[in-house]
Nanobody, 127 residues
Framework: QVQLVESGGDSVQAGGSLRLSCVVS????????MAWFRQAPGKEREGVAA???????YYADTVKGRFTISQDDSKTTMYLQMNSLKPEDTAMYSC?????????????????????WGQGSQVTVSS
């Protein structure tokens, strides 16, 4: 059974940095897409960053230039490096997997394409 487990969420001050991790178990990544989503209280879930099997990454305009998505060489862990954090980045961050994915561009950030989800990791940014 495929499982995604996030970690790294914390409370930080504005301008700080965090790195979220998403460990994939029960599955070996190959032709897949992986993404980070976030949801703040009272708001809709938002796609933040994603990467497809070709290594193409795509970012929401709200985080472009501040966040970076990556994978380790063994393709068992995905990361989200978050720099210059703002209070509006406060949310529950979840990683997601789309197996045998053919997505590219903005479609990578559409939640309904992803079938496996982690439980989430809370990020709180104070001003």
């Amino acid at each position: 059974q495929v499982q995604l487990v996030e970690s790294g969420g914390d409370s930080v001050q504005a301008g700080g940095s965090l790195r979220l991790s998403c460990v994939v178990s029960g599955y070996t990544l190959s032709n897949d897409c992986m993404a980070w989503f976030r949801q703040a209280p009272g708001k809709e879930r938002e796609g933040v960053a994603a990467m497809n099997a070709d290594g193409e990454s795509y970012y929401a305009d709200t985080v472009k230039g501040r966040f970076t998505i990556s994978q380790d060489d063994s393709k068992t862990t995905m990361y989200l490096q978050m720099n210059s954090l703002k209070p509006e980045d406060t949310a529950m961050y979840s990683c997601a997997l789309n197996r045998q994915c053919g997505l590219w561009g903005g479609a990578l950030l559409y939640a309904h394409y992803y079938t496996v989800w982690g439980q989430g990791s809370q990020v709180t940014v104070s001003s």
